[in-house]
């Protein structure tokens, strides 16, 4: 019976991706790469996302102080063989190196849009008050009792 192919990653896509996440993060801190678009900005490598064959690695990267993310992009992919030859050594346990393909990371600034229009005021005003649910409705906070001896006089 053939394997039917599922939408989501394997187990295997994200342990090779997750090591070449990190060897490439290493390379990239080391400064082996001499570009001045590169050596101008921080990279964080924030996801590598494996193909089935394990022969291609889509490599999210979020340049932090770069004034053009798009060059810092266009740097990596420019150096990418020279970047997958320094990476290669520590993986040394791979039948094939992956082909780098860069791309510039937007979920951050997915994030910030998101947390800033759950902050707003159009927004808050639906959301329930964290302090209506410990009261839960109840005035006095005496847990809907009217505080009486159960109503006789």
Known sequence: M???????LSQRQLRVG????????????????SDPVLESSVLSVSEVRMSPDLKIATCFVTPIGATDSNAVIKALS???????????PELRQMKYMPEFRFRLD??????SKIDALLRSPEVARDLPNPRDEDDDGDADGDGGTDG????SD
């Open 2 to 8: 053939p394997r039917s192919s599922s939408p989501g």
């Open 18 to 33: 997750e090591q070449v996440r990190h060897a490439l993060s290493n390379v990239l801190q080391r400064g082996d790469v």
């Open 78 to 88: 420019a150096h990418a063989k020279f970047i997958r030859g320094r990476v290669a």
């Open 106 to 111: 937007t979920s951050f600034d997915n994030f």
């Open 148 to 151: 009486g001896d159960g109503g």
